[in-house]
């Protein structure tokens, strides 16, 4: 009895203390080895779908800043402009003065220019007609690119973003691919 009364008796408690901790170790465990097989499972998954380098074509300035401005889609300009160049006659479009005002940078734009555009020999006839049946429309959708373009956009010497989006609209008001491309000529632009 001696030896009884040294020992303090377990009671239920300390028993039940002991026997709990292995169990929320081990549920914690469970927990996170469950979540880092659905992780790596996800990565592998992942990296099935993901195309390797040699599957990416090199991207090109021009299709940057299309994909920046969330144009990606070709156009039939786009595709056409393999055409041979002695093939291709020039348009007059007409001459364009045009006054901005920036409200964002509280500065107003001011372009010149004379715009032509570029069509195979064989469409310039249909070119002429369907112009001569939509030319204010079409002038009023130039105007539009005009006074919706930032200055930045002038600022590219080449003007690509600018000519691409002329061609696009004369072609989808004409209804027809038939503008290859655009020359501007004269070009004058302030800011102020």
């Known amino acids: 009895m001696a030896d009884q009364e040294q020992q303090p008796e377990s009671t239920e408690e300390d028993v039940a203390v002991e026997g709990a901790s292995p169990r929320p170790r081990r549920r914690k465990l469970m927990v996170i080895g469950f979540l880092a097989a659905v992780v790596t499972c996800e990565c592998l998954l992942a990296a099935m779908y993901l195309p390797s380098a040699s599957d990416v074509a090199p991207v090109d300035d021009i299709t940057l800043a299309k994909q920046q401005l969330g144009d990606v889609e070709e156009t039939p300009t786009d595709a056409m402009i393999d055409v041979?160049?002695?093939?291709?006659?020039?348009?007059?479009?007409?001459?364009?003065?045009?006054?901005?005002?920036?409200?964002?940078?509280n500065t107003t734009?001011?372009?010149?220019?004379?715009?032509?555009?570029?069509?195979?020999?064989?469409?310039?006839?249909?070119?002429?007609?369907?112009?001569?049946?939509?030319?204010?429309?079409?002038?009023?959708?130039?105007l539009r690119i005009f006074r919706s373009a930032e200055s930045i956009d002038f600022a590219d010497s080449g003007l690509g973003l600018i000519k691409r989006s002329i061609s696009e609209k004369v072609n989808e008001i004409l209804g027809e691919p038939l503008v290859r491309g655009i020359i501007v000529s004269e070009f004058d632009f302030y800011e102020q």
């Open 84 to 105: 041979d160049a002695t093939d291709l006659v020039e348009v007059d479009l007409s001459n364009f003065s045009v006054t901005s005002f920036q409200p964002e940078s």
């Open 109 to 142: 734009l001011r372009i010149q220019c004379q715009l032509y555009a570029t069509v195979h020999k064989d469409d310039e006839s249909e070119f002429g007609d369907l112009y001569g049946k939509y030319e204010n429309r079409v002038r009023d959708g130039i």
